[in-house]
Each structure stands twice: as C-alpha cells, then as structure tokens.
C-alpha cells in the first residue's frame, strides 16, 4: 500500500456457486479490494471455492461469519430464497451489502431488505449487471449525446435458445423462469435508457416442455414522459447464429434513431448520416466466449461499488433504485395472469 492511500476494503462473499466465479474474478482485479472469507452452507463447494481463490477463512454459517470477521462489505451470491436473510444479517452487523438480482422472492420482502438497510444505514446494491456492459453503456452515452434527439420508442430484445439449464438447473424447476431470472436485465435496461416506467402490460408462455415456468415474454411498457417501449425475451428461439448473451435495443429518437445489433454493432442514424460503431466488451483475461460481455459487466460493477463505498454515495443500482425494477417483474407477472396492464402505483 502507498503511504497515504485508503486501506484495502475487507470483503466476504456468500455463496459459492455458479456466478460467484465471476464476482471473485473481478474482486481480483480490484486492487483496492481483498476477499477475505468465503461462506457456502455446502462443504465441499465452500473447500474447492476456497482453494480456487486462495481464501483460508470459510464458514458454512453467514452469522458466525459476520460475528468472527471485521469486514467491510458481504456479496451475496446465494439464490434468491436466501437473500432477505442474508441482508438483514449483515444490515445488523452494520456491514455495507451487495446482493445479486433477483432481489428476493416477493416484493414484501425487497421493500423489507431495503428499509432494514436504510434503518442501519449501511449501503446496499444490487448486482443488476447489464444496464454495466459495455455495448448498454455505449447507447446510454448516444442518448446523453442527444446523437439521435429525445427519444420516444425503443425496443429491448433477447432471444435465445441457449441451453441455460446445463450450469443452473434450478432454472428448470421454478414456477416463474424467464421474466424473473432474464427479462429482469432487460427491463432494467429498459429503464436505464428510457426512464423509469408507469405501467407494464405482458404476455408469457411456455414453449419448452421440460422445464416449469415460463420461457417467453413479451413486454410493453409505459415510460414516464409518454415514451413507449417493447421488452421481449425468449429461451425458445434457436437460431443458426446463436445470440446469446447479447441484448439488442432499439431506440426511435425525435432526431434519429439508433440500433444495438448482433455482434455488438451499434448503428446510429441521425441528422449526419449513418455511422456504424463497435461496441464489442473487452475479453478479460478471466473471461471466455460467449459470456465475456456479462463477465466484463461484473468486473464494472464490482468497481462502481468501490467507488460509491469509498465516497459513501448510493450506487446506480442501489436496493432503492432496484425496487424499480422488481416492481416491474412482479407487474409483469400479475398482468400476464389477469390478462391486463398493471400500473405499479397498484402495487
Ligand atoms: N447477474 C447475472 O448476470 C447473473 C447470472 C447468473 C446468476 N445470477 C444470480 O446469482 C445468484 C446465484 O446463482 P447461481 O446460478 O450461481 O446459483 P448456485 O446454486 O450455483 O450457487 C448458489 C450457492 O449459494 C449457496 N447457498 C445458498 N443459500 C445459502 C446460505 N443461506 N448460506 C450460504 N450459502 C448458501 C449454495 O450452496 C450454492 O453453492 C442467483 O440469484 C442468480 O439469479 C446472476
């Protein structure tokens, strides 16, 4: 350390699972950070995890945890079920929290995980990654630039037909899949780009036979300023050129218009013509094909997280923000089930 510089920041991850991987690759690359414990209820995840990344100090209980170790932030990587658990503990031990998407199970409980955070007045964010890509960044900043005017239409697709249930079989089993697990991403990037939302009508099915819940969404949301969008995603759309993980947007603008294409393909065409851009993520050395778009998005949250715990400011994807987002899954479900909009004031 530089005589001067801030010490290390002293974080734990919580479940050591399939994901995890990516978040300890990228707390690796962060200098300023230091994993110092690992916790995962399953032994024999918990002792390769550890192994893999070199930390000695492993608990199967997040509580003993918190109560043995000085940290500065906990990374809850564990599923869904567990998350409010975890967030309140750590919220008890006035420990700063980053939790993975999806928030929790109902929207009770997320509004519960926010407030305790607040009552303790630790930070919280969540790990909602795709509004961090680079290609997402890149339309983000053509808005901003007012490269193609303000905007009053957009699109955001991903459609897929990908085998996500070899590495995450739990996917197969739940009774809600793809609004949930997937559609969460492009609906908080449909925010992200468009503002936030007012109302969201959908429509769900399930194609594929083997699995429970739904594996087809379509979406049409209602943004504040009247700007209308279409969310739509699919895990039963095989395609000779295979997509996947990539998120494709379009946006109208009052002064052009732009699209986010295969292979990161950023076409913008406004009042100068037509540019084409390559908006391609960087491969991270840690990284592989396909999923080094999403890998690199970790690596860009994880350092936004530094930043705001450094300066004490809430991060983009706070808990707070993040309950816009979860609004929207759960509207989305509750339309599709009533067959009509839902707005998210009812909620
Ligand atoms: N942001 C993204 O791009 C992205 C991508 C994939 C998964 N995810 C999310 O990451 C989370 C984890 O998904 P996964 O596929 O890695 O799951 P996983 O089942 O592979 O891993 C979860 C791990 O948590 C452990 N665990 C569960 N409850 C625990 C508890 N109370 N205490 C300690 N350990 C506990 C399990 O033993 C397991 O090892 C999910 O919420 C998922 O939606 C996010």
């Given at each position: ?15 050591c ?21 690992l916790c995962d209820r399953d032994p024999a995840r918990l002792a390769q995890f550890g192994e ?6 492993r608990y199967q209980d997040?509580?003993r ?283």
């Amino acid at each position: 350390m530089q005589a001067g510089a801030a010490p290390r920041l002293r974080g734990a991850l919580i479940g050591c699972g399939f994901f995890a991987v990516n978040q300890m690759h990228g707390w690796a690359d962060l200098p300023d950070v230091e994993i110092v414990a690992l916790c995962d209820r399953d032994p024999a995840r918990l002792a390769q995890f550890g192994e893999q990344f070199g930390v000695t100090a492993r608990y199967q209980d997040a509580e003993r945890m918190l109560a043995t170790e000085r940290l500065d932030f906990v990374d809850i990587a564990t599923t869904p079920p567990s998350h409010r658990a975890l967030v309140e503990l750590a919220a008890r031990h006035g420990v700063a929290i980053i939790c993975q998407k999806p928030i929790a199970p109902t929207l009770e409980d997320a509004r519960a995980m926010v407030q305790a955070a607040e009552d303790a007045s630790v930070l919280f964010m969540v790990h909602e990654n795709f509004r961090w890509q680079t290609p997402i960044l890149a339309v983000k900043q053509a808005i901003q630039a007012g490269r193609i005017g303000t905007p009053f239409w957009g699109r955001v697709s991903f459609r897929s037909g990908y085998d996500v249930y070899a590495a995450q079989p739990y996917l197969a089993t739940g009774a809600r899949f793809i609004i949930e697990d997937l559609g969460i991403h492009s609906l908080d990037v449909a925010r992200f780009l468009l503002g936030d939302a007012l109302a969201i009508t959908a429509r769900t099915r399930r194609v594929n036979p083997a699995i429970t819940g739904e594996d087809v969404a379509t979406m049409l949301l209602d943004h504040v300023g009247g700007v209308t969008s279409v969310v739509d995603c699919s895990y039963a759309t095989p395609q000779e050129h295979e997509p996947f993980p990539e998120t494709f947007v379009e946006i109208d603008g009052e002064n052009g218009i732009l699209r986010l294409g295969r292979d990161y393909r950023l076409t913008i065409s406004g009042r100068d013509g037509t540019v084409i851009e390559d908006v391609s993520p960087p491969l991270l050395p840690w990284a592989s094909r396909p999923w080094h778009n999403i890998q690199e998005s970790v690596f860009n949250i994880q350092r936004h997280w530094v930043e705001a715990l450094r300066a004490g400011g809430e991060p983009d994807t706070s808990g707070r923000d993040n309950l816009q987002t979860f609004a929207l899954v759960q509207a989305a479900y509750l339309s599709a089930e009533r067959g009509r909009t839902v707005r998210l004031d009812t909620l």
